[in-house]
């Protein structure tokens, strides 16, 4: 508790200039950054941070706590988030949530993400099952992206793809539900493939069946 106390304390005292980061130079930038994440580190260096600044000026930044997918650090995040301070410009999150711009994704007017040099869309994304695990219900999925032959020798990409599929998903159902993934090549023939955007969907027709 008294790490975490450590931890709020800290963020209270340095409030304004976080929420004033993206105002910031790109060193600047980085400098902040890393003070709020070796500060977090103090407490748990598992987990992770993500600042959303508002788009409207007078609504309120939110910092996400994130165990970036592993449960074990579920808790952390949890009791982290339990105790944060009521701060009339933030709001704090415990994980990543499902995106709220589905209807965009859903008609391919969705924003690319940019990764180093990647660029991928999560409307473009498609998958299709391998295996189900009946003893964890989680699935191993094959994920299929049309550059995939451009990006397979590149570092990022898989971790590019697992924070796509948090952002779609909610980390909680993306770590619930999926036990492996594995990427390949977009076919010239997709039309058996699913939607990335349609997972959830997918899981709830399976309960349904079940």
Known sequence: MKKINTFWNWFQDNNQTIKNLINETPKNQKHISFWINKNLSYYCKEIDFMIVFPKIGNTKSELIITANGNPEYFNHVIDLVDIAPQLKNWKFTAFIQPTERIDKII????EPYIFQEITLKASELKFLTLEYH????????????????????????????FIIMQDIL????????INFVQLAQMPGNDEELIHLYDFQMFMDTLHFKG
Do not use: R
């Not at 094959?142 to 793809?161: R, S």
């Not at 909610?170 to 539900?177: C, D, H, I, V, W």
């Open 107 to 110: 008609g391919g007017l969705d």
């Open 134 to 161: 009946k003893k964890t219900h989680k699935f191993d999925i094959i994920v299929f992206l049309k550059n995939y032959n451009l990006y397979c020798d590149t570092k990022t990409l898989q971790q590019a793809i």
């Open 170 to 177: 909610g980390e909680n159902s993306f770590f619930q539900n």
